[in-house]
Nanobody, 113 residues
Framework: QLVESGGGLAQPGGSLSLSCVAS????????LGWSRQAPMKSREIVAG???????TYADYVKGRFTITRDNDKNTITLQMNDLKSEDTAVYYC?????????WGQGIQVTVSS
């Protein structure tokens, strides 16, 4: 089970933070990450982090978003700075564990003045 928290409303240039706790049957060695889906658009990958701390970011969030991980708590956080209106979307936490993949329910992030 993946449970997201955080999100909400921010002004352009502002910041928000998202957290995701992976519990239950999700091992702590899984690749964890965030994806997002804006209205009328396909879901897209935002960032991912491996158990060893290696991270990847989509080009459109590089330098603005930071993903971190706590393996002991099986938790990831996405710090989002310098938010833009185009960052408005439902953000989903996901876990890839070999051939298994899990998704959270999603959390709304709205960037608007």
């Amino acid at each position: 089970q993946l449970v997201e928290s955080g999100g909400g409303l921010a002004q352009p240039g502002g910041s928000l933070s998202l957290s995701c706790v992976a519990s239950g049957s999700i091992p702590n060695w899984c690749l964890l990450g965030w994806s997002r889906q804006a209205p009328m658009k396909s879901r897209e990958i935002v960032a991912g982090i491996r158990e060893d701390g290696i991270v990847t970011y989509a080009d459109y969030v590089k330098g603005r978003f930071t993903i971190t991980r706590d393996n002991d708590k099986n938790t990831i956080t996405l710090q989002m700075n310098d938010l833009k209106s185009e960052d408005t979307a439902v953000y989903y936490c996901n876990a890839v564990c070999g051939r298994m993949e899990y998704w959270g329910q999603g959390i709304q992030v709205t960037v608007s003045s």
